[in-house]
């Protein structure tokens, strides 16, 4: 989970981890508000499936508790 309150300016273009609902997906911080974060995704997996790349080329919003930061 991410904290929203701590994000800092610094943190736009920081990869992430999306994982729910048997979906694991990758991407990049773009904003966030007080709600959500908003994230390019760049890649997908679906449970028991093969990772591949999105051709999303808009952020969408996403639950603060569904990501985490990749190191």
Request: aromatic residues 12%; hydrophobic residues 30%; contains cysteine.
């Amino acid at each position: 989970m991410i904290d929203i309150s701590k994000l800092t300016e610094a943190d736009i273009n920081r990869q992430v981890r999306y994982q729910a609902y048997g979906v694991t997906e990758w991407g990049k911080i773009t904003s966030w508000n007080e709600r959500f974060i908003f994230v390019r995704y760049h890649s997908r997996q679906v449970e028991g499936g093969d990772k591949h790349q999105r051709t999303g080329s808009k952020s969408e919003a996403t639950s603060p508790r569904d990501l985490e930061f990749c190191e």
